[in-house]
């Protein structure tokens, strides 16, 4: 009896072996005349994932001027900033910084980049509706999730000083 049971489980391993390893069962039999699959990107190429770099939202934050021009006086100040984007989180944006009581609008881009989950933001101030008409201030930084909410920090330069700026989303 011990010599059957064992006969019959090698005979059983052997089968199992010989038909798994037979290609030309129906499983892995082409259909005559069909195509193979292509599998589509799940966005076109060259397009952003929509979220990725989803910022807008109200900020507040704090910049503080390192370096001034001759008569000005290096400062600390807190500013609101107010971005929006496009419905699909695009890489242009508007801003609108309220610093001292005193408005300033901006435009810019906004990129996946820095480390991993980050966005590169880079702006400008918008020529004429800067708070003096004259300033031209640039700012660029990084922008980074910390949870739900973005927060971020860079530098920036204007007419009259250059600093770095730290911000979060309220």
């Not at 030309?24 to 005349?33: D, E, L, M, R």
């Not at 309220?98 to 702006?123: M, N």
């Not at 004429?128 to 700012?139: E, L």
Request: glycine share 14%; net charge positive.
């Amino acid at each position: 009896m011990k010599r059957f049971v064992l006969t019959a489980a090698g005979v059983f391993v052997f089968a199992t072996a010989c038909f798994a390893a037979d290609k030309t069962g129906p499983a892995t039999k082409p259909v005559v005349g069909s195509k193979p699959a292509i599998v589509q990107p799940l966005q076109p190429l060259g397009e952003k994932m929509p979220g990725a770099c989803c910022i807008s939202g109200k900020y507040s934050g704090m910049h503080t001027d390192t370096v001034c021009t001759s008569g000005n006086k290096p400062k600390s100040s807190g500013f609101v900033m107010e971005i929006t984007q496009d419905g699909k989180c695009g890489e242009p944006f508007r801003a609108k910084v309220i610093d001292d009581d005193k408005t300033s609008y901006f435009t810019g881009t906004v990129h996946a980049g820095g480390p991993r989950g980050c966005c590169l933001i880079e702006g400008k101030a918008v020529s004429g509706k800067a708070v003096s008409g004259t300033d031209k201030t640039h700012f660029k930084g990084t922008l980074c999730k910390n949870g739900i909410k973005w927060e971020g920090k860079g530098d920036y330069d204007s007419t009259n000083c250059n600093g770095v700026w730290e911000m979060h989303k309220q």
